[in-house]
């Protein structure tokens, strides 16, 4: 389908009695708050999904919208490409999992470890926080050490070291040089805490200092060369290079978490950016749409989850690992990006990030963007970001970007509630135009409700 020129409402999931509504109400009986997915909860109540047909989804109350959410980024190609359904239902039909493993995992573990420079082997998981899972573990096997590093308000999926101070605020997050290590998860045992220490982002003196502080305890320090939760601002890379220096100087593992930035180029996050890590942990687009995680880095570390000889130093079961209809459909879509392809999509998006800038500008809103490559994130302020403290949101600010979402779902386009977007292969100068258009809408009705308000 192509994008049209017409922006049309799209809100039938809002009347009382939408079947959105009516699957909401069922939902609340049976999964807590009516939700499986804390992520996708949009208030007051969903928009449920009837089927998604290249860069546009169906709800099932027959309203299309634009999808620029991709399932958080993970469908590289949008819904229902061709090559990759075939690819998972050919592999369906012989089976769908198996207590054996499958030549479906070496080829997509080779076209991995062909593709990434920091990885010479590779272990696929059933989601990226199972990788991050593991290449924590991998590293505390591989050094003997108990503590990890990472950075504030990142994101790295539901382990509980991995969670620590994701969503900490001016209230709690502490000085801006040694950040305090903030529960997530209500429960969360004082001893995970003391384990984690908490690094701030693109600031290399600090974050070099605390690392040096910690060195002899730390394992591993963990980043995302772009973390979306923290803003989806790119590392500074003379960070990054200080960084690998510093941990390679006390031998602390170097994880680059790369689930959702793997997407910025052919040879991942690391490729662009030219540092080599020694763990790497996947997700999202390898998988062609199903669920998927992977971990991989040098054979020297991997080698912690060798069975050969015995109990492997760290132990990696898992019923679901490397399920070949996964493997399969991950390995069609990865095979479909080509550099071109990727090239393609690094030009489509330079030119939506460059076309919000100028929305906001036009709409005399404050805003602004960030990201690489086929990825963005609207901001509700127009200010400088570096890091984590600088996105912070006042209360006017969040109420814009809330605004700004009801508009954009409510005239033909699906992005998250944080703003995060990014674009799929089934995408072309059509779908940005329209989804320019859609915006400069939106941010004109957001205007009016503003001066409303004010
Ligand atoms: C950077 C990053 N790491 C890890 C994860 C966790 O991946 P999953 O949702 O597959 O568990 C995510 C999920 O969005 C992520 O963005």
């Known amino acids: 389908m192509t994008a049209t020129k017409t922006i049309l409402p799209t809100q039938a999931y809002a009347r009382p009695d939408s079947k959105s509504a009516k699957l909401w109400e069922r939902a609340q009986h049976v999964l807590p708050g009516g939700n499986s997915r804390t992520t996708v909860y949009m208030a007051p109540r969903p928009i449920y999904?009837?089927?998604g047909d290249g860069c546009w989804i169906t709800d099932v109350d027959g309203d299309r919208r634009l999808d620029l959410l991709n399932n958080y980024t993970s469908l590289i190609h949008g819904h229902a490409h061709p090559a990759v359904t075939s690819a998972a239902t050919q592999r369906l039909a012989r089976g769908a999992s198996f207590p054996l493993p499958t030549p479906e995992e070496i080829d997509l573990a080779a076209l991995?470890?062909?593709r990434v420079p920091g990885i010479e082997q590779v272990r696929f998981t059933n989601s990226g926080s199972e990788a991050v899972m593991m290449a924590i573990k991998a590293a505390r096997g591989f050094t003997g050490r108990p503590k990890i590093a990472k950075f504030e308000g990142a994101y790295h999926g539901s382990y509980d070291w991995a969670e620590v101070s994701l969503s900490s605020g001016s209230g709690d997050w502490g000085p801006a040089d040694a950040p305090t290590s903030v529960a997530y998860?209500?429960?969360?045992?004082?001893?995970?805490?003391e384990e984690v220490v908490v690094l701030p982002f693109n600031r290399t003196e600090l974050a070099v200092a605390r690392i040096e502080r910690e060195a002899g305890n730390l394992a591993a320090v963990l980043i995302d060369p772009m973390p979306n939760r923290a803003g989806l601002i790119p590392a500074r890379p003379e960070f990054l290079r200080a960084i690998r220096e510093v941990t390679r100087a006390h031998g602390i593992c170097l994880i680059f978490d790369e689930v959702i930035s793997f997407r910025v180029g052919?040879?991942?996050?690391?490729?662009?950016f030219d540092v080599l890590p020694d763990l790497t942990t996947l997700g999202k687009i390898i998988g062609g749409g199903f669920p998927v995680g992977a971990v991989g880095g040098r054979a020297e570390v991997m080698a912690v989850f060798d069975p050969r000889g015995g109990k492997p130093a760290v132990p990696h079961g898992g019923t679901f690992n490397a399920n070949p209809v996964t493997m399969?459909?991950?390995?069609?879509a990865m095979q479909l990006m080509d550099e071109k392809a990727f090239d393609r999509l690094d030009e489509l998006g330079r030119k939506l990030r460059s076309g919000i800038e100028a929305c906001f500008e036009r709409a005399g809103v404050p805003g602004g963007v960030t990201g690489l490559g086929s990825l963005?994130?609207?901001?509700?302020a127009q200010r400088t970001f570096v890091d984590f403290r600088s996105t912070a949101q006042s209360t006017q600010e969040a109420a814009r970007l809330a605004r700004l979402h009801r508009q954009l779902i409510d005239h033909g386009i699906l992005i998250s509630p944080?703003?995060?977007?990014?674009?799929s292969t089934a995408m072309g100068e059509a779908e940005v135009e329209y989804c320019l258009e859609v915006l400069n809408a939106s941010l004109q009705l957001v205007r009016g409700e503003e001066v409303g308000k004010a």
Request: one cysteine or more; a neutral charge.
């Open 328 to 332: 399969a459909a991950g390995l069609a």
């Open 418 to 423: 944080t703003g995060l977007g990014c674009l």
């Open 185 to 193: 998860t209500k429960g969360t045992p004082p001893s995970v805490l």
């Open 49 to 51: 999904a009837a089927e």
């Open 266 to 272: 052919y040879h991942g996050a690391q490729g662009m």
């Open 376 to 380: 963005f994130r609207l901001h509700p």
């Open 112 to 114: 991995i470890v062909d």
